[in-house]
Each structure stands twice: as structure tokens, then as C-alpha cells.
């Protein structure tokens, strides 16, 4: 029943030394009575979902302010996720700490959810050690090796009493002894409609009623993905085929093996999942570098542009930024909220991209919208357009996209009264969001200075230790910015390719906020990688003297950036100051010896590092 190929067919998408562990060492799932046809289907229906399509061994602990919020919402508070923010490690510790039986500062990320089954906490890595013979208390390492993560979920499933609930078909009753909170019970049952499909004793025991029951958690699925809104009618049939035209299958409105791994494809690349309150697990719903790259990068081509740009109606900001739970029905306003909506889903899926790939995304598929839903905020006094605009913004959150933050600015201080307004409206993730970059525009906040550089690791030894260290921005003094916040001034010095001579550049970072921990401030200190020189650039906020263009920065080597992203070097205009990005000032021929140098660089030995102080 269970060898590499029948688990190939089940998950596509899965490492194929997970598949081999599996295959190898399912003499020790049979030792521990997973050897039934329904026993079989749910154990790789929850180790599937654990690790996210059989990808990955170790809980993604890399969650934007926003998620953590969501995910976490005992544990997390908003002003701590904004510090917690991008920091995988800070925040395995916060969240998991002194609990589960951590009780050493780093445990809660040594003992992370790890292995098929997501194995939370030092006390069930030591009692799951004891159970297959393994170190894994002293060593946690090895559940995250591909043997060892399998014995220990088979030994999890074994105490847990997994196969009763499993002999009866009830996916909620497995769930709920992996995870009590029963999050990612909509994953699991679209995993289940395949297992049945691929672990069978033989000839498929198709019950009576498995056709309504796959069309039933198929839709629920769909639901949370973000496709009932964009239907009409709440017909499952309906839904379906809307789904199956946008991925350009057979539009049947029926179940079908390709119908099933595109729906679970859409759920490997959405951010999000369970890891939250597990008493033995953390589920892994985040996908691979190298899958997300397939799945995204190419989306200009490929069905999720399609999709997301084919929808009208209120979206999921996406499972990994909260749900808007406001229903807008008046007609006059569908167009408004089409537009708002594909932007809001957009922005959503450049969050699942690697970070490489964002700005060029942003600048093709994003930037056009948020101009036009720019302009409609700006000229019209209606309530629409000023709420879809802060749904935008709320969704934009942590990026360094110039000209939002400004658009926002103005609508706060010229329309107060119908901006607290529209921000009501939003679900409370979109208001929470809002308010923390609201709070840089009262007086009281912008007028304080900058707070010190502080960054969480050796940064000099960091850059000793890494290749092709060509530039380097280091901030001098502080000035404060058009819009009333302080913004670093210094300078941009770029190298040879050679390592021998450098040319230096006045540069600004920051301008939108007090704190480089805050979406629209200074550019955090550490290293970035440079790459993705686009010439001729037309965007308001990276033009002067009539010329224009950008490279994009990467956080790399250690370097935390508070969840922020879109960082770039670009000419600073039209007035000084930038939203995180690092702005070179002068006149025309300077800003183009700046990017002269720059693509020198670039074309000599491809991406080099930058390092950030201020």
C-alpha cells in the first residue's frame, strides 16, 4: 500500500528524502497498527499537512507582525510583534518559552515543531526519544532528519490514540489529538479526499456518499482560499468550476485527481497554518524556497495572476495577513472594491514570494493599481475609495513602497474625521495595522528622535565572513523629513569590483517614521545583497532630475528587518527623505554615476553585499 511511488502520486510536491523515509521505515507505522486502509489515509493526511505537502521538517517561525497576532493571539502583543517581527528565533522563543517543558532561554526555538508530526516543546522530544530509542532531547537536530522525524511522528501517533478516530473516518477526531485547536482541519480534509483516492486495499472502496464529501471539503477549502467571494451563487458545483476555469482545467464542477492537486498547490503556497497552542504539534503550512519559486515567480504566465486579477468582491488579505470580515454590497461600489481587491490579493501573494522576487512584482503588478486607487482616494470625497485605500495600506504593511505612506499622511490630516471612520469599517488585524503607522503621525511621536541602531548580531564580523562586500551606507546625522519625521542623512560609498578605489554619494534612508522598525523608517542596519538593476524608471519617490531607477536590496546574513520588505537604492525624489529605501541625492550626473558604479558591480561578479550602520 504505502512505497515512493504511490506517495509520489499523493504528494507531488513532497523532498524526495522525505518520500524515501517514509517508504524505508514504514515497517515501524505498521509495528504501531497503521496498516488499515483508514489508518494509512489519515496518518499521511496529517503528516501532509504537518509539513506542507511532505516539504519541510522544521516549523516556519518567520511570521510578519500581522500573523503573529493572528497565530498567536495570547501570547503576542501587537507592540511586541512589531519588535518580534521577521526574527524566526526571537519569536520561537517568545512564543514557546517556558512552556511544553522549555525551560533554557533557547529552548522554545531548539525544540521548535519538528519531524513529520511537529513535535513541539522539550518534553515531548524527550519523552518521544525515550519512546524510539533516539536522543532527541539532547540532540533536536536529529527530528528534523528525515528517519528520526518519522519514528518520533509514528511514536506521537501511537500515545496519542490516533488510530481509533482513524478507523472511524473521523478527520475531526484525529485532528483534534494533533492539534486541539483543530487548526488546519480544512487542509486536512482536502488531503484526506486524496489519500482515499491513492491508499486503498486494491479496487477503490468508493462509499456511497464520497463524491459529496470531497465536493464538500474541496469548497471549504476554496472558501478560505478566497474563491466564494468572487462567486454568486453559494452552489459548491458553482464554485468549483469557477475554480477549475481559473487554473484552466476541465470545468466539470466534479472532483478529479487534477482538480485535487491544484487545490492542494494553492494551499502549499499560502502562508499560514497551525502552529499555534499544539500540546505535540506545530503544523508547518509554509512551503519551500525552491516551490514557492515555481509556484510564484512565474505567476505573470501562470494561473494565480490570472486568478487574482480575474475576481471581483472583498478578498482574504490571505491566510497569512487575517481575512477582512466586512461585507460592502452597495453597486455603485463594485468597481472600487474589484480594484481594491485585486491589489489587497496581490500584495498578498508578494509576501509568498522569496524575497529576491518581490520588487520586481511589485513594480509590474502592483504599483498600477495602487497609483489608480491612489488617485480615486485622493480627488473623491466618498467613503468607498477612502476604505478601500486603507484596506491597501493595511495590506501593504512593513512594505518600503513610495508614495503609500505619503497618500496615507494626507488623508489623515485633511479628512480625520471620515478616515476614523473608514479605518472602523476594517476587521481588527487591518485596524491594527493602521493604527501602529497612524501613531508615527501624531506630533508627539514624530518629534522624538530616532532611536539608537541596535543590531542583533556582530555586524563587522558578519561582514568579514561574507563574499563581495562592495558598498556600504553609513549614516551620519539626522534630519527631519517633508512630512515631520526624522530621517538619516550619510553616505553611500560604492567599491570597485575590483575591491581597489571607491566613489562616495550623499544618501538619505527613512522619512515616514521615527523608528527603522516602523513601515516608511530608515532602512535597518546589517547587510543586504544588491542586485536587480532596473534603468529608466518613471515611479514617483525614485526619480530626480529627470532621471530614475532602482537596484534592490535582500536582507541577508543575519539581518533583521522587523517583517519589512521592498527595500531598494534609488534616486531620492522629489523631496528628501524615502519609505526605508536608501535614497542618493545630487544632481543628474551624479545620480547616474551612482548607478554607473552600481551596475559596474553587478556586471563583474553578479549580487555583492552592501553593509547599513547608522
Not at 497503521?34 to 516539504?55: D, K, P, W, Y
Not at 544618501?507 to 535597518?524: E, H, I, K, Y
Request: charged letters at 20%.
Amino acid at each position: 500500500m504505502i512505497d515512493a511511488a504511490s506517495i509520489r502520486r499523493f504528494a507531488p510536491n513532497a523532498r524526495p528524502e522525505l518520500t524515501q523515509a517514509i517508504a524505508a521505515n514504514w515497517h515501524h507505522a505498521e509495528s504501531a497498527e497503521i496498516a488499515t486502509s483508514r489508518r494509512v489515509q489519515h496518518f499521511m493526511t496529517q503528516i501532509a499537512h504537518e509539513t506542507n505537502g511532505l516539504a519541510r521538517l522544521d516549523e516556519n517561525m518567520n511570521y510578519s507582525a500581522a500573523r503573529l497576532v493572528e497565530v498567536f493571539p495570547r501570547r503576542v502583543t501587537p507592540a511586541q510583534a512589531r519588535i518580534l517581527a521577521g526574527n524566526p528565533k526571537a519569536i520561537a522563543n517568545h512564543v514557546y518559552g517556558g512552556r511544553l517543558g522549555n525551560h533554557l532561554p533557547n529552548d522554545g526555538w531548539d525544540y521548535r515543531g519538528s519531524g513529520f508530526i511537529q513535535l513541539t516543546g522539550r518534553e515531548n522530544f524527550r519523552k518521544r526519544g525515550a519512546e524510539i530509542g533516539m536522543p532527541l532531547e539532547e540532540n533536536p537536530e536529529l527530528c528534523r532528519e528525515p528517519g528520526p522525524g518519522f519514528l518520533a511522528a509514528v511514536a506521537y501517533w501511537k500515545v496519542a490514540g490516533c488510530n481509533d478516530p482513524a478507523e472511524r473516518d473521523d478527520v475531526r477526531g484525529v485532528r483534534k489529538r494533533i492539534n486541539p485547536a483543530l487548526a488546519g482541519l480544512a487542509e486536512c480534509k482536502v488531503w484526506l479526499a486524496k489519500a482515499k483516492r491513492v491508499f486503498t486495499d486494491g479496487a477503490r472502496a468508493f462509499e456511497p456518499n464520497a463524491a459529496a464529501s470531497e465536493l464538500e471539503a474541496v469548497g471549504e477549502m476554496l472558501g478560505t482560499l478566497g474563491y466564494a467571494e468572487g462567486v454568486r451563487s453559494a452552489d459548491p458545483d458553482m464554485l468549483l468550476r469557477s475554480f477549475q476555469e481559473a487554473r484552466g482545467l476541465n470545468a466539470t464542477g466534479r472532483v478529479d485527481d487534477a482538480t485535487l492537486d491544484a487545490v492542494i498547490e494553492e494551499m502549499e503556497q499560502f502562508d499560514g497554518g497551525s502552529a499555534a497552542l499544539p500540546p505535540g504539534s506545530g503544523s508547518v503550512a509554509s512551503r519551500s524556497a525552491e516551490l514557492l519559486v515555481i509556484g510564484l515567480v512565474g505567476v505573470a504566465s501562470g494561473f494565480l495572476l490570472a486568478e487574482a486579477l480575474g475576481r471581483g468582491g472583498e478578498k482574504p488579505l490571505a491566510r497569512g495577513g487575517g481575512r477582512d470580515s466586512t461585507t460592502r454590497g452597495a453597486s455603485s461600489a463594485v468597481q472600487s472594491e474589484s480594484t481594491a481587491a485585486q491589489a489587497v490579493r496581490l500584495l498578498g501573494l508578494l509576501r509568498r514570494l522569496p524575497e529576491a522576487a518581490r520588487s520586481e512584482f511589485y513594480d509590474e503588478q502592483i504599483a498600477s493599481i495602487l497609483n489608480e486607487l491612489a488617485r480615486r482616494a485622493t480627488s473623491s470625497r466618498g467613503s468607498d475609495s477612502l476604505t478601500d485605500w486603507l484596506q491597501v495600506q493595511a495590506a501593504a504593511d512593513g512594505l518600503a513602497a513610495e508614495g503609500l505612506g505619503e497618500v496615507t499622511l494626507e488623508l489623515y490630516q485633511t479628512r480625520r474625521a471620515a478616515f476614523d471612520a473608514a479605518m472602523a469599517q476594517l476587521s481588527l488585524e487591518q485596524q491594527l495595522a493602521l493604527k501602529a503607522l497612524t501613531e508615527e503621525f501624531e506630533p508627539a511621536s514624530s518629534s522624538r528622535a530616532l532611536p539608537p541602531a541596535f543590531p542583533t548580531f556582530d555586524l563587522e564580523a558578519n561582514a568579514r565572513s561574507v563574499p563581495r562586500v562592495l558598498a556600504s551606507f553609513d549614516g551620519t546625522s539626522v534630519f527631519t523629513s517633508r512630512r515631520g519625521f526624522p530621517a538619516i542623512e550619510g553616505i553611500l560609498a560604492i567599491h570597485a569590483a575590483d575591491g581597489l578605489g571607491e566613489v562616495v554619494f550623499q544618501a538619505t534612508s527613512g522619512g515616514g517614521a521615527r523608528d527603522f522598525r516602523a513601515t516608511n523608517g530608515p532602512l535597518p542596519p546589517g547587510i543586504y545583497r544588491v542586485s536587480n538593476h532596473r534603468p529608466n524608471r518613471t515611479t514617483v519617490g525614485m526619480v530626480a532630475h529627470g532621471v530614475g531607477y532602482s537596484f534592490d536590496l535582500d536582507p541577508t546574513d543575519g539581518t533583521q528587518v522587523f517583517g519589512r520588505s521592498l527595500f531598494r537604492i534609488h534616486p531620492d525624489g522629489p523631496s528628501r527623505g524615502t519609505n526605508g529605501c536608501i535614497g542618493v541625492e545630487g544632481n543628474a550626473a551624479t545620480l547616474r554615476a551612482c548607478e554607473a558604479r552600481i551596475a559596474a558591480g553587478l556586471r563583474a561578479g553578479g549580487p555583492f553585499r552592501i553593509i547599513v550602520r547608522h
